[in-house]
Structures are given as structure tokens and as C-alpha cells.
């Protein structure tokens, strides 16, 4: 009795677990065309913690703060690119998700074409030469006439002369 008592206690504490950690919802803007404007210029963006997640998703502080900062610029009446612009300006491309293709990005956007390139082409060359090395076995004639004594099915044949 005293353990299922247990148990059950167990269970409604684990199950009571993630209500202990909710926090509040953030607050939305008073302006929900000003909140829905946010939301769709920070999908666009990287959390600069997270490095995983958009600005939009991530509830980092700074992702908080940033999201606070792109309303005010929203309310300031800057357009989506002015705003974007100036989030480039402070913090780089790599708050963008998708970063513009120009030669400091070179590296991002064809780095991994040309490092699976050149996996291809060293496994090519690899295989190539490997094949080169192998030869196929040889057999001596007695070992050839085990293998055929065998196959027709002389099990005197095939032990070693030294037990016959």
C-alpha cells in the first residue's frame, strides 16, 4: 500500500513538473499590425544565442531585447529592409537567415560544394588505385585438386597426407 501511495505521489509531481517552470507569455504589442509585422521580419532572423533558431522563436534575452528593438523601429515607420539593414549593420550577415551572396559569404555558400567535390574526387581516385593493386588468387595444382575432390564430394582427398 505505502508503494503505490508512492507512486502516485511520483506521478502527480511529474506530471505537475512543467507547471512549476511556466513562465508568463510575453506580453504583445498594443498594436497587433505592429506585432504581426514583428513577427514576420524576425522569422527572417537569426537569434544570435541560439544560432539555431529565428529570432521569432527563440526566447533568449537578447532574442527579447531584439524583438523589442524591431518594434520600436517598426513604430519609428522604417520598412522591412531599412530594418533588416540596420540589424546587418550591428551584428553582420550572420543575423540574416539567408545571408546575400557576395565574397565575404563565398565560403558559406559554396564551401560545402566544393568540400563534397572533393571528397568525390578523392574517393574516385582512391578506388582507382586500389583496384590497380588487387590481383586475383592463384591456385597451385594441388590446391586445385582439393577444391575439385571436394566439390565431387571425396572427403579422403581432402585431408592433409600427414593424417592419412
Known amino acids: 500500500m505505502k508503494q503505490r501511495?508512492?507512486?502516485l505521489a511520483t506521478a502527480v509531481l511529474l506530471g505537475l513538473a512543467?507547471?512549476?517552470?511556466?513562465?508568463?507569455a510575453a506580453p504583445l504589442a498594443a498594436d497587433p499590425a505592429v506585432e504581426a509585422r514583428?513577427?514576420?521580419?524576425?522569422?527572417?532572423l537569426r537569434c544570435l544565442v541560439c544560432q539555431n533558431e529565428s529570432?521569432?522563436?527563440?526566447?533568449a534575452e537578447l532574442a527579447e531585447d531584439l524583438r523589442r528593438e524591431v518594434r520600436s523601429l517598426i513604430r519609428e515607420g522604417k520598412s522591412d529592409a531599412?530594418?533588416?539593414?540596420?540589424?546587418?549593420?550591428?551584428?553582420?550577415d550572420?543575423?540574416?537567415?539567408?545571408?546575400?551572396?557576395?565574397?565575404t559569404t563565398w565560403l558559406l555558400w559554396f564551401g560545402p560544394f566544393v568540400i563534397l567535390a572533393g571528397a568525390i574526387i578523392g574517393l574516385i581516385a582512391y578506388l582507382r588505385r586500389r583496384a590497380g593493386q588487387i590481383t586475383p588468387p592463384t591456385l597451385s595444382a594441388a590446391d586445385?585438386?582439393?577444391?575439385?575432390?571436394?566439390?565431387?564430394?571425396?572427403?579422403k582427398s581432402t585431408q592433409p597426407k600427414d593424417q592419412a
Open 5 to 7: 501511495l508512492a507512486i
Open 18 to 24: 512543467p507547471v512549476a517552470h511556466a513562465g508568463e
Open 38 to 44: 514583428m513577427i514576420s521580419i524576425s522569422e527572417e
Open 55 to 59: 529570432l521569432a522563436a527563440s526566447r
Open 82 to 92: 531599412e530594418i533588416r539593414d540596420y540589424l546587418v549593420s550591428r551584428y553582420g
Open 94 to 103: 550572420f543575423v540574416l537567415y539567408r545571408p546575400p551572396v557576395k565574397p
Open 144 to 155: 586445385r585438386a582439393a577444391a575439385e575432390a571436394l566439390l565431387a564430394g571425396d572427403p
